[in-house]
């Protein structure tokens, strides 16, 4: 949704801004400029990092570069805070698959990647619907530098689930456990095996029958 919003405001977001048709190409190829310059980066910060980490920092920060985008009074800064979206749209963008597929054997990881992906088709069908109800609202606040108006809002609301996720790995999900096995963090790589355990198998953490975890070095 981060990815494709701006294809839906810049109808509304022509007026307030003055925007021309090289200017509303430019707006649209920023988030996949920032995309494309930091997709190696975020790779080698997840594998240092920590999967959890980076999906957390890197949401919270896009809904912030998201939020603070809304309140842009021409068109440059806009193109700033687009590129920025890129930047961090990526971090998750990239790091979710491994994140997910390391929480599976080879008998799950291609069904449990195969309906990570499904979400994307479901953001992708429900932006419209929500540009539809959002942008052709006269709702209108006028600030000191600008006229904050319903494309804006619309752009606030697409951050919303970003924040959500964030929000939610934060509280519930563990690191990917083979990320901490691969860092020699292995009591707590022995612990959130456990808890899946537990929930996999409605049954106490105590009952998983691995009682500890060595590093096997095969030359």
Partial sequence: MEMLDIGY????????LGLTTKDKGTL????F??????SQVWGFIADTNGRRKVLIITLLINCCCTIASS???NLWVLVLFRFLNGVFICGPSAVIYAYTGEFHTGLTRSKAIIWSCCFISLGTIALPGLAWVII???????????????WRIFLVVCSIPGLITAILLGV???E??????SQGRYDETLAVLRRIFSINNSCPPQQYPV???IYLYRN
């Fill in 211 to 213: 009682i500890i975890l």
């Fill in 136 to 150: 052709p609202q006269p709702w209108q606040v006028q600030l000191p530098w600008c006229t904050y108006s319903s």
């Fill in 33 to 38: 400029a920032g995309m494309m310059a930091s």
């Fill in 28 to 31: 649209n190829a920023m988030v």
């Fill in 176 to 181: 990917s456990p083979r990320f901490l096995y």
């Fill in 172 to 174: 519930f999900l563990p």
């Fill in 9 to 16: 405001l810049l109808p509304a977001a022509h007026c307030d």
């Fill in 71 to 73: 309140f842009s009074n």
